[in-house]
């Protein structure tokens, strides 16, 4: 099975940030390490904290998902760049997202040069525009179009 590269999985790590302790995330959802949300019976689990190898080792599990979820939905060739990009994406917002995206059928289109835009439209939660959502959403298009 196909993995994402460390450069994506630092991607990943730079715009989820570390919390020790739990958190309510952008949407209200609470969550913990790098982006972990908390499934029912963590909260007690995580009340006391964790450690960063201990949310490096979280991240890897749901990277896997977000990896899965990449896989099954795209059917075309991907660089290494682009897998990362979609990954991130993925595990930001969840293979949902991807699964009902115009993103996903440009890409499996091969419509490379429309799919910066896609990602772009991305920014949105809560119904307000987030500052660091559209940071991601630009690295993961920097990543997208990289040629190597």
Known sequence: MRHITQHGLNLIKQFEGFSSHIYLDAAGLPTIGYGHLLHVGEAEMFKNGITESVAQALLIKDVLRAE???????????????????????????????????????????????????????????????VGLAKRRKAEVTYYTETT
């Open 68 to 130: 899965q979820a990449v896989l099954r939905l795209i059917t075309v060739p991907l660089t290494n760049g682009q897998f990362d990009a979609l990954v991130s994406f993925t595990f930001n917002l969840g293979a949902g997202a991807l699964q009902r995206s115009t993103l996903r059928r440009k890409v499996n289109l091969e419509e490379h040069a429309d799919v910066p835009t896609e990602f772009l439209r991305w920014v949105w939660a809560g119904g307000k525009k987030l």
